[in-house]
C-alpha cells in the first residue's frame, strides 16, 4: 500500500531546522509592599530590528524606572521597576498579542505568598491574576510546557521515531524507550540541581550525531550495534538529550520554592508526549505490515536516509554555525 508508505514518511519528514520551542518569559517579582520588578524575555523570531513590547501588568501598578533593555542570544530582555498600590489580585497580566506566536510562562513572585505560574499562549495571552494560586498551576504549565517541547523539538523526536524503526519489537522498544526516558530525567535533574552541566553547542552537535547514528544503523539490515544492545545504546545517547531538554527548561527557569513539581511536571510533560510518537509509530509500522508486509522494509529505509540527511545538515550547521 503506498498511501501507508507514504503516510509513514510524512510522519518522518521533519523541518530543516530543529525548530526548538523557545518560550519567552514574564515575571513580576515583589520587592517589598508597594515595589515590583517586571522583567520578561520575548525571542527574536523576526529579522529586522526587534522590537521591545512591554508586558500589560495589573492596573494598580505604574512604571518607576524603565523599561530597560538588553540582547540576550536569540531574544531581547528586558525590565522595569513598578509601583504598585494593593495586591494585584484581580488585574490582568501578559500580552495584548504575543509577538511571533509560542507560549509564554507568567510567573507572579510576591513576598509572603506561593509563587503563580501561568502559560500564556496566541489564544490566551493574557490572564486575570488569583489572589490564591490553584495546587495544579505549577504541574499544569510546565507539563504542557514538556509535552509541546517534544512536539515541536524535531531532533528529540528523531532519535525516538529512529530507535523505534530499528527495534520494532514490542518489549525490545518498551526497554530501549524506557533507558532513554531514565537517562535523560537524570541529566535533566542534573543540570536543574546543578550538578552537572555541559555548554550548550557541543550537546545540540551531540544530539545531531546520535541522529545521524540511528540514522546510519537502520541502514544496515539488523547487524548493527543497537539492534544488540538498544538499552545502552539508548541510554548512552539519553545522556545527552538530558542536556537538551535541560537547556530548554533553562530558558524559561523554575519557579522559587516549586521547583521539584516544575521539574517532575515537565518531564512528565515530556515522556507524554514521547510515548504518543512511539505508539503513532508502532502504528502505522503495524497497519503498513498488515497491508504489504513487503513495503516496510522499503519504507523504513526510506525514512532512514530522510532522518539522516536532515541530521547531518543539522550537525554541520551545529559545528560550524
Known amino acids: 500500500m503506498r498511501l501507508l508508505a507514504a503516510l509513514l514518511f510524512l510522519l518522518l519528514a521533519a523541518p530543516a531546522s530543529a525548530d526548538e ?9 515583589q520587592r517589598n509592599a508597594a515595589e515590583w520588578t517586571l522583567e520578561w524575555k520575548q525571542p527574536l523570531t523576526t529579522p529586522g530590528e526587534p522590537r521591545l513590547v512591554v508586558p500589560l501588568f495589573p492596573g494598580n501598578c505604574r512604571i518607576a524606572s524603565g523599561p530597560h533593555r538588553r540582547v540576550a542570544a536569540l531574544a531581547l530582555v528586558g525590565s522595569a521597576d513598578l509601583i504598585c498600590r494593593g495586591p494585584l489580585a484581580g488585574g490582568r497580566a501578559g500580552y495584548a498579542e504575543i509577538l511571533g506566536g509560542g507560549d509564554v510562562v507568567l510567573r507572579v513572585v510576591p513576598l509572603n505568598a506561593r509563587v503563580q505560574s501561568y502559560r500564556l499562549t496566541p489564544q490566551e495571552p493574557a490572564v486575570e491574576l488569583a489572589s490564591k494560586p490553584s495546587a495544579w498551576q505549577v504541574w499544569r504549565t510546565y507539563g504542557v510546557l514538556g509535552f509541546t517541547h517534544i512536539l515541536g523539538g524535531w531532533d528529540h523526536l528523531l532519535f525516538v521515531i529512529a530507535l523505534v524503526l530499528l527495534v520494532r519489537r514490542g518489549w525490545a522498544v518498551a526497554r530501549a524507550v524506557t533507558a532513554f526516558t531514565v537517562a535523560h530525567s537524570l541529566t535533566l535533574a542534573g543540570v536543574t540541581l546543578g550538578l552537572v552541566g555541559l555548554p550548550q553547542a ?32 539508548a541510554f548512552a545517547f539519553g545522556l545527552v538529550h538530558g542536556f537538551g531538554f535541560a537547556g530548554a527548561l533553562r530558558e524559561i527557569g523554575l519557579p522559587d520554592g516549586e521547583v521539584p513539581a516544575a521539574l517532575l511536571a515537565f518531564n512528565l510533560g515530556v515522556e507524554a508526549g514521547q510515548i504518543g510518537v512511539v505508539l503513532v509509530v508502532l502504528g502505522l509500522l503495524a497497519l503498513l505490515e498488515r497491508a504489504r508486509r513487503p513495503a516496510v522494509a522499503p519504507a523504513v529505509r526510506m525514512a532512514a536516509y530522510g532522518i539522516g540527511i536532515t541530521a547531518s545538515y543539522w550537525l554541520v550547521d551545529r559545528l560550524f554555525a
Open 21 to 29: 520551542l523557545r518560550p519567552g518569559f514574564v515575571e513580576l517579582r
Open 202 to 233: 557541543p550537546v545540540e552537535a551531540l544530539i545531531a550525531l546520535s541522529i545521524v547514528f540511528l540514522a546510519a544503523e537502520l541502514t544496515r539490515d539488523g547487524k548493527g550495534l543497537t539492534l544488540r544492545y538498544p538499552w545502552a545504546i
